[in-house]
């Protein structure tokens, strides 16, 4: 099954009244890049998380957030911050002395105005202490929770990227009948090159010679190698897409080879027609390198 490294998942986990968000996103990159964006985490349970979260998501750039919701159960859960709080409030005071808003009429908001200043920062002290055991065990459910929906978005971008290299693979192939429509008029134009260019000489050649020089040329120029080998890379790329664990990496390497075989192609054309098919080939190609990069 093919997975996208492109991935986002989210869980919560409500410890001692306390609603903990984990949010875990991750992008394409070469290897397991981890990064804890949180300071939530026990520090002794850290290498562990980043084990499991390396065997378990396998590759890529991998971030793991987790915040403390400040409303609701964690804001009553918080203790308040007095000196903070009456800071604030002596500020706005200050603020609205002498304007339209009076002690009058700012009594009439009181309520409005004190709901602001209580969700301003640090008015509640949401810094926790130690986890409990019992409580890194439920934020430790919770990764696994944000992992697990994760990989099931990375499972649902894998359908649509497998279905959109193996359309442009389909059209690589499909063009190579293009290619071998033109070897025979590339061919007839070779030598018709060549006599002009002898006619224009004006000398006299020995016909057998000439004859075995330019089947000599070519078959310098001749692609068929390169064709059967271009058709056998497209046919192992659909191989590795859908037997392969984790084939992202060797679907690259098989593109390269691709790519080898179809500048072979173009530097041996001669003809315009072939050159013109070779570029609609790379254009596919390029886009099949920039996919890959995506696939796990």
Known sequence: M??????????????????????????????????????????EKEMEVRQWLSSTLNRGTIDLFITLDRSGATAAAS????????????????????????QAAAGENAAALLGSVIRMPEVFDTSRGELSQEGWEALSAAIRQAAGAL???????????????????????????????????????????????????????????????????????????????????CKYFRETLDTEEFPGKKLGFIAQEMGREINTMGSKANHAGIQKTVVKMKAELEKIKEQSMNIL
């Not at 490294?5 to 981890?34: F, H, P, Q």
């Not at 203790?79 to 500020?91: A, E, P, R, T």
């Not at 020995?206 to 068929?224: A, M, P, S, V, W």
Request: with cysteine.
């Open 151 to 233: 990989d099931a978005f990375r499972t649902t971008e894998g359908a649509t990227l497998r279905r959109d290299v193996l359309s442009k693979v389909d059209a690589i192939e499909s063009l190579i009948p293009e290619v071998e429509a033109c070897e025979e008029e590339r061919i007839k134009a070779v030598r018709e090159r060549i006599d002009a260019r002898l006619a224009e000489l004006a000398v006299n050649v020995d016909t057998n010679r000439l004859e075995q020089e330019i089947i000599f040329y070519i078959d310098k120029l001749d692609i068929n190698e390169e064709k059967v080998r271009l058709k056998q890379h």
């Open 79 to 102: 203790k308040l911050n007095g000196d903070v709080l009456f800071s604030y409030l002596n500020q706005l005071d200050s603020a609205l002395a002498g304007t339209r808003w009076s």
């Open 2 to 43: 093919v997975k996208s490294m492109t991935g986002y998942g989210k869980a919560e986990a409500l410890i001692d009244g306390s609603k903990y968000i984990v949010e875990i996103r991750s992008l394409n990159g070469k290897n397991a890049d981890i990064t804890l964006k949180t300071s939530l985490i026990p520090r």
